[in-house]
Nanobody, 120 residues
Framework: VQLQASGGGLVQAGESTLLSCAASGTGFTIKVMGWYRQAPDNKRELVASITDIGTTDYEDSVRARFTISRDYAKRMVYLRMDSLKPEDIAVYYC???????????????WGQGTLVTVSS
C-alpha cells in the first residue's frame, strides 16, 4: 500500500487549507485513516482520524477548526483545516491502519508528509 498526500503549503493565519491523501495498491482493507503532524522538536501527534464506519476523533486543539472526511470508494482521506494558527505549523502525515487479505493483524502505512506553514 502507498499513501500519497497533497495540499498544504503557506497559508495566512485565520485562513483555510485542505490536505488530501490517496491510498493505492491491492490486497488490503483500510480500517482507519488519519492525519498526524510533527512540529519542529516535537513528537508526532495524532490530529484527526476516521474509521471505516465514519467515527471521527480529533486532537483537542483542532476539534473546533479541522474536519476530517473520507471517500471510501476512492480510498481517500481529507483534512479541512480552518482558522489556522501559527501553532498549527508542522509536517502533516497521512496514515492508514490496514489489514492485508488473509491476515488479522493491523499495520500502519504512512504518507510522505506535507508541510503546512502559517504566517501571522
Amino acid at each position: 500500500v502507498q499513501l500519497q498526500a497533497s495540499g498544504g503549503g503557506l497559508v495566512q493565519a485565520g485562513e483555510s487549507t485542505l490536505l488530501s491523501c490517496a491510498a493505492s495498491g491491492t490486497g488490503f482493507t483500510i480500517k482507519v485513516m488519519g492525519w498526524y503532524r510533527q512540529a519542529p522538536d516535537n513528537k508526532r501527534e495524532l490530529v484527526a482520524s476516521i474509521t471505516d464506519i465514519g467515527t471521527t476523533d480529533y486532537e483537542d486543539s483542532v476539534r473546533a477548526r479541522f474536519t476530517i472526511s473520507r471517500d471510501y470508494a476512492k480510498r481517500m482521506v481529507y483534512l479541512r483545516m480552518d482558522s489556522l494558527k501559527p501553532e498549527d505549523i508542522a509536517v502533516y502525515y497521512c496514515n492508514a491502519e490496514i489489514t492485508k487479505w488473509g491476515r488479522t493483524n493491523h499495520i500502519h502505512a504512512w504518507g510522505q508528509g506535507t508541510l503546512v506553514t502559517v504566517s501571522s
